[in-house]
Protein backbone atom coordinates (compact mmCIF):
# COMPACT_ATOMS: atom_id res chain seq x y z
CA UNK A 1 0.00 0.00 0.00
CA UNK A 2 1.55 3.69 -0.46
CA UNK A 3 1.29 4.26 2.84
CA UNK A 4 4.14 1.47 3.29
CA UNK A 5 6.42 4.14 1.19
CA UNK A 6 6.63 5.43 4.74
CA UNK A 7 7.06 5.33 8.58
CA UNK A 8 5.16 8.26 9.99
CA UNK A 9 2.38 9.79 9.08
CA UNK A 10 1.30 13.73 9.26
CA UNK A 11 -2.11 14.48 9.06
CA UNK A 12 -3.63 17.85 9.06
CA UNK A 13 -7.13 17.98 10.82
CA UNK A 14 -9.90 19.93 9.01
CA UNK A 15 -10.06 19.10 5.59
CA UNK A 16 -8.16 15.84 5.90
CA UNK A 17 -10.06 14.12 8.96
CA UNK A 18 -13.07 16.35 9.70
CA UNK A 19 -14.94 19.14 8.16
CA UNK A 20 -15.43 21.41 10.68
CA UNK A 21 -17.98 19.63 12.81
CA UNK A 22 -19.01 16.53 10.55
CA UNK A 23 -16.85 13.40 10.61
CA UNK A 24 -15.52 12.43 7.22
CA UNK A 25 -16.69 9.03 6.12
CA UNK A 26 -13.79 6.43 6.32
CA UNK A 27 -11.19 8.45 7.70
CA UNK A 28 -11.57 6.92 11.57
CA UNK A 29 -11.24 3.03 9.93
CA UNK A 30 -8.19 4.43 7.84
CA UNK A 31 -6.27 5.61 10.82
CA UNK A 32 -6.79 2.54 12.75
CA UNK A 33 -5.57 0.49 9.98
CA UNK A 34 -2.68 2.82 9.59
CA UNK A 35 -1.95 1.93 13.16
CA UNK A 36 -2.54 -1.57 12.80
CA UNK A 37 -0.04 -1.67 10.37
CA UNK A 38 2.78 -0.33 12.34
CA UNK A 39 2.68 3.67 10.87
CA UNK A 40 4.06 5.99 13.35
CA UNK A 41 0.89 8.83 13.75
CA UNK A 42 0.47 12.81 14.75
CA UNK A 43 -1.77 15.26 14.37
CA UNK A 44 -0.38 18.77 13.32
CA UNK A 45 -2.92 22.13 13.45
CA UNK A 46 -1.94 25.61 12.76
CA UNK A 47 -4.94 26.71 15.59
CA UNK A 48 -3.40 27.44 18.68
CA UNK A 49 -6.47 28.33 20.37
CA UNK A 50 -6.90 24.45 21.71
CA UNK A 51 -4.84 22.50 23.98
CA UNK A 52 -3.80 19.32 22.98
CA UNK A 53 -6.70 17.43 24.93
CA UNK A 54 -9.66 19.60 23.41
CA UNK A 55 -7.80 18.53 20.02
CA UNK A 56 -8.08 14.96 20.69
CA UNK A 57 -10.96 15.01 21.91
CA UNK A 58 -12.56 16.88 18.80
CA UNK A 59 -10.95 13.65 16.40
CA UNK A 60 -12.54 11.01 19.34
CA UNK A 61 -15.84 12.89 18.58
CA UNK A 62 -15.11 12.74 14.98
CA UNK A 63 -14.81 8.58 15.01
CA UNK A 64 -10.79 9.21 15.34
CA UNK A 65 -8.73 7.72 17.67
CA UNK A 66 -6.43 10.40 19.35
CA UNK A 67 -4.22 10.70 22.77
CA UNK A 68 -3.19 14.06 23.10
CA UNK A 69 0.61 13.39 22.96
CA UNK A 70 -0.03 12.87 19.14
CA UNK A 71 -1.10 16.49 18.91
CA UNK A 72 1.06 19.35 17.81
CA UNK A 73 -0.59 22.58 17.89
CA UNK A 74 1.40 25.54 16.69
CA UNK A 75 0.98 26.81 20.47
CA UNK A 76 2.94 23.73 21.78
CA UNK A 77 5.55 24.59 19.21
CA UNK A 78 5.78 28.26 19.56
CA UNK A 79 6.17 27.69 23.62
CA UNK A 80 8.94 24.55 23.30
CA UNK A 81 10.84 27.69 20.81
CA UNK A 82 10.75 30.67 23.33
CA UNK A 83 11.82 27.89 25.88
CA UNK A 84 14.88 26.69 24.38
CA UNK A 85 16.10 30.43 23.95
CA UNK A 86 15.94 31.38 27.34
CA UNK A 87 12.45 33.71 26.47
CA UNK A 88 10.94 34.60 30.29
CA UNK A 89 8.05 36.76 29.65
CA UNK A 90 5.85 37.13 26.99
CA UNK A 91 2.88 39.16 25.95
CA UNK A 92 0.38 37.00 24.65
CA UNK A 93 -2.29 38.07 21.96
CA UNK A 94 -4.07 34.91 21.54
CA UNK A 95 -6.25 32.22 23.82
CA UNK A 96 -5.93 29.35 26.35
CA UNK A 97 -3.95 27.28 24.15
CA UNK A 98 -0.97 29.44 23.44
CA UNK A 99 -1.46 30.99 26.96
CA UNK A 100 -1.28 27.51 28.76
CA UNK A 101 1.53 26.06 26.64
CA UNK A 102 3.83 28.68 27.52
CA UNK A 103 3.31 28.82 31.10
CA UNK A 104 3.62 25.17 31.15
CA UNK A 105 7.18 25.38 29.75
CA UNK A 106 7.94 28.37 32.42
CA UNK A 107 7.35 31.39 30.16
CA UNK A 108 5.51 33.63 31.62
CA UNK A 109 1.84 35.76 30.65
CA UNK A 110 2.33 38.70 31.42
CA UNK A 111 -1.41 40.62 32.06
CA UNK A 112 -2.74 44.23 31.51
CA UNK A 113 -0.55 46.53 29.04
CA UNK A 114 3.10 45.75 30.22
CA UNK A 115 5.87 48.39 29.63
CA UNK A 116 8.80 45.44 29.17
CA UNK A 117 8.24 42.31 27.46
CA UNK A 118 10.83 39.56 26.57
CA UNK A 119 8.53 38.19 23.62
CA UNK A 120 5.18 39.31 21.94
CA UNK A 121 3.65 36.20 20.81
CA UNK A 122 0.53 36.34 18.42
CA UNK A 123 -2.12 33.80 17.50
CA UNK A 124 -5.77 33.70 17.02
CA UNK A 125 -7.65 35.65 19.53
CA UNK A 126 -11.27 36.45 19.63
CA UNK A 127 -10.81 38.58 22.13
CA UNK A 128 -8.42 40.69 20.76
CA UNK A 129 -9.14 44.99 20.85
CA UNK A 130 -7.34 48.16 20.05
CA UNK A 131 -4.87 48.13 23.65
CA UNK A 132 -4.12 44.53 22.89
CA UNK A 133 -2.88 45.34 19.62
CA UNK A 134 -1.35 48.58 20.90
CA UNK A 135 0.50 46.80 23.31
CA UNK A 136 1.84 43.99 21.05
CA UNK A 137 2.77 46.85 18.53
CA UNK A 138 4.68 48.90 21.24
CA UNK A 139 6.61 45.99 22.58
CA UNK A 140 7.57 44.83 19.52
CA UNK A 141 8.83 48.35 18.41
CA UNK A 142 11.22 48.58 21.34
CA UNK A 143 12.76 45.67 20.56
CA UNK A 144 11.12 42.54 21.99
CA UNK A 145 11.23 38.86 20.00
CA UNK A 146 8.23 39.01 17.84
CA UNK A 147 7.01 35.70 17.04
CA UNK A 148 3.56 33.95 15.27
CA UNK A 149 2.08 30.72 15.95
CA UNK A 150 0.98 30.95 12.83
CA UNK A 151 -0.06 33.42 9.78
CA UNK A 152 -3.37 31.69 8.48
CA UNK A 153 -5.16 34.74 6.69
CA UNK A 154 -8.53 33.41 7.99
CA UNK A 155 -10.39 31.50 10.15
CA UNK A 156 -13.09 29.18 9.38
CA UNK A 157 -16.35 29.35 11.49
CA UNK A 158 -18.58 27.04 12.10
CA UNK A 159 -21.11 28.69 10.01
CA UNK A 160 -18.92 28.57 6.69
CA UNK A 161 -17.45 32.09 7.13
CA UNK A 162 -14.46 33.40 7.37
CA UNK A 163 -12.99 35.34 10.27
CA UNK A 164 -9.80 37.12 10.72
CA UNK A 165 -7.46 34.93 11.53
CA UNK A 166 -4.05 35.29 13.27
CA UNK A 167 -2.12 36.70 10.49
CA UNK A 168 -4.60 39.22 9.87
CA UNK A 169 -4.54 40.07 13.97
CA UNK A 170 -0.36 39.91 12.93
CA UNK A 171 -0.72 42.03 9.70
CA UNK A 172 -2.25 44.92 12.12
CA UNK A 173 1.09 44.71 14.43
CA UNK A 174 3.61 44.14 11.19
CA UNK A 175 2.47 46.87 9.35
CA UNK A 176 2.11 49.39 12.43
CA UNK A 177 5.54 48.52 13.11
CA UNK A 178 7.38 47.45 10.13
CA UNK A 179 8.54 44.11 11.66
CA UNK A 180 8.09 40.84 10.43
CA UNK A 181 7.32 38.12 12.64
CA UNK A 182 8.93 34.40 12.76
CA UNK A 183 6.27 32.45 11.69
CA UNK A 184 6.20 28.89 13.71
CA UNK A 185 2.78 27.26 12.09
CA UNK A 186 2.42 26.02 8.47
CA UNK A 187 3.85 26.48 6.12
CA UNK A 188 6.95 27.16 7.97
CA UNK A 189 9.61 24.25 9.13
CA UNK A 190 8.82 24.97 13.11
CA UNK A 191 5.72 22.71 13.75
CA UNK A 192 6.20 19.95 10.90
CA UNK A 193 9.91 19.08 12.61
CA UNK A 194 8.26 19.20 16.18
CA UNK A 195 5.75 16.82 14.78
CA UNK A 196 7.82 14.28 12.74
CA UNK A 197 9.79 14.32 16.23
CA UNK A 198 6.80 13.73 18.19
CA UNK A 199 5.66 11.02 15.92
CA UNK A 200 8.99 9.47 15.48
CA UNK A 201 10.53 8.07 12.37
CA UNK A 202 12.39 9.38 9.56
CA UNK A 203 10.69 8.58 6.57
CA UNK A 204 7.39 11.31 6.65
CA UNK A 205 3.99 11.92 4.46
CA UNK A 206 2.62 15.44 5.02
CA UNK A 207 -0.90 14.40 4.17
CA UNK A 208 -2.67 17.70 4.39
CA UNK A 209 -5.77 19.65 2.34
CA UNK A 210 -4.49 22.83 1.34
CA UNK A 211 -1.57 22.91 -1.26
CA UNK A 212 0.01 26.77 0.77
CA UNK A 213 0.20 25.29 3.76
CA UNK A 214 0.47 21.81 4.25
CA UNK A 215 1.70 21.01 0.78
CA UNK A 216 4.12 23.84 1.03
CA UNK A 217 5.71 23.18 4.23
CA UNK A 218 6.62 19.45 3.05
CA UNK A 219 7.85 21.10 -0.24
CA UNK A 220 10.20 23.32 2.10
CA UNK A 221 11.26 20.18 4.11
CA UNK A 222 12.02 18.48 1.07
CA UNK A 223 9.18 15.66 2.60
CA UNK A 224 6.47 13.72 0.03
CA UNK A 225 3.40 15.06 0.33
CA UNK A 226 0.06 13.64 -0.22
CA UNK A 227 -2.95 15.97 -1.03
CA UNK A 228 -6.55 14.81 -0.03
CA UNK A 229 -9.47 16.21 -2.37
CA UNK A 230 -11.70 16.26 0.59
CA UNK A 231 -11.18 20.10 2.23
CA UNK A 232 -10.07 23.22 0.25
CA UNK A 233 -7.48 22.91 -2.53
CA UNK A 234 -8.63 21.44 -6.09
CA UNK A 235 -7.28 18.76 -8.27
CA UNK A 236 -6.53 21.76 -10.65
CA UNK A 237 -5.14 23.92 -8.25
CA UNK A 238 -2.77 21.17 -7.79
CA UNK A 239 -1.78 21.11 -11.01
CA UNK A 240 -1.01 24.94 -11.78
CA UNK A 241 0.37 25.19 -7.86
CA UNK A 242 3.96 25.77 -7.66
CA UNK A 243 4.11 23.33 -4.70
CA UNK A 244 3.59 19.74 -5.92
CA UNK A 245 2.31 17.28 -4.00
CA UNK A 246 3.72 13.73 -4.46
CA UNK A 247 0.42 12.75 -4.46
CA UNK A 248 -3.22 13.90 -5.50
CA UNK A 249 -5.96 11.69 -3.12
CA UNK A 250 -9.47 11.06 -3.42
CA UNK A 251 -9.45 10.85 0.45
CA UNK A 252 -7.70 8.85 2.83
CA UNK A 253 -8.67 5.52 2.17
CA UNK A 254 -5.65 5.70 -0.77
CA UNK A 255 -2.88 5.78 1.61
CA UNK A 256 -4.01 1.93 2.01
CA UNK A 257 -3.92 1.34 -1.31
CA UNK A 258 -0.91 0.92 -4.25
CA UNK A 259 -0.16 4.08 -5.71
MG1 LIG B 1 -6.78 21.60 6.56
Do not use: C
Request: proline residues 5%; glycine residues 10%.
Amino acid sequence: MLADLYDALLFDLDGVLYLGSDPIPGAGDVLAALRAAGKRVAFVTNNSSRRPEAVAAHLLDMGVQAVAEEVETSAHTTAALLAARGIRSAFVVGEEGIRSALEEVGVSVLGGFPVEADAVVVGFDRGADYPKLRTAATLVASGAAFVATNADASFPAADGTRWPGAGALLAAIETATGRRAEVVGKPHPPILTAALERAGGGRPLMVGDRLDTDIAGADGLDWDSALVLTGISTRSEAVASPWRPTFVLEDLAALLRDP
